[in-house]
Nanobody
Framework: VQLQASGGGLVQAGGSLRLSCAAS????????MGWYRQAPGKQREMVAT???????NYADSLKGRFTISRDGAKNTVYLQMDSLKPEDTAVYYC???????????????WGQGTQVTVSS
């Protein structure tokens, strides 16, 4: 199973970016997907998650600015980031909890990370 993230980049404060992450491989079902981020010198923190049923969870500080969504048919999760602030600068990691085809084993998977830089 692989997670391929894309959509990061450099944006000015107040701007928007949309991240995408596609899961591929021997997937029976995706239990949940989400995004975490890690800023320099800080611990990785949860940004948002979404279950297969569409239930979402956001970091309190990001509610109202970030929106997570998913396309089940494409095994893809999106993160729409609006009103970006310099403190949103971080490497954003895609995450998925997946039930594999083989023996229906469940595992956590991480993407390679995509850099988001917000200039002031």
């Amino acid at each position: 199973v692989q997670l391929q993230a894309s959509g990061g980049g450099l944006v000015q404060a107040g701007g928007s970016l949309r991240l995408s992450c596609a899961a591929s491989g021997s997937i029976f079902s995706i239990v949940s997907m989400g995004w975490y981020r890690q800023a320099p010198g800080k611990q990785r923190e949860m940004v948002a998650t979404i279950t297969s049923g569409g239930s979402t969870n956001y970091a309190d500080s990001l509610k109202g600015r970030f929106t997570i969504s998913r396309d089940g048919a494409k095994n893809t999760v999106y993160l729409q980031m609006d009103s970006l602030k310099p403190e949103d600068t971080a490497v954003y990691y895609c995450y998925a909890h997946i039930k594999r085809v083989v023996f229906r084993l469940e595992n956590d998977y991480w993407g390679q990370g995509t850099q988001v830089t917000v200039s002031s």
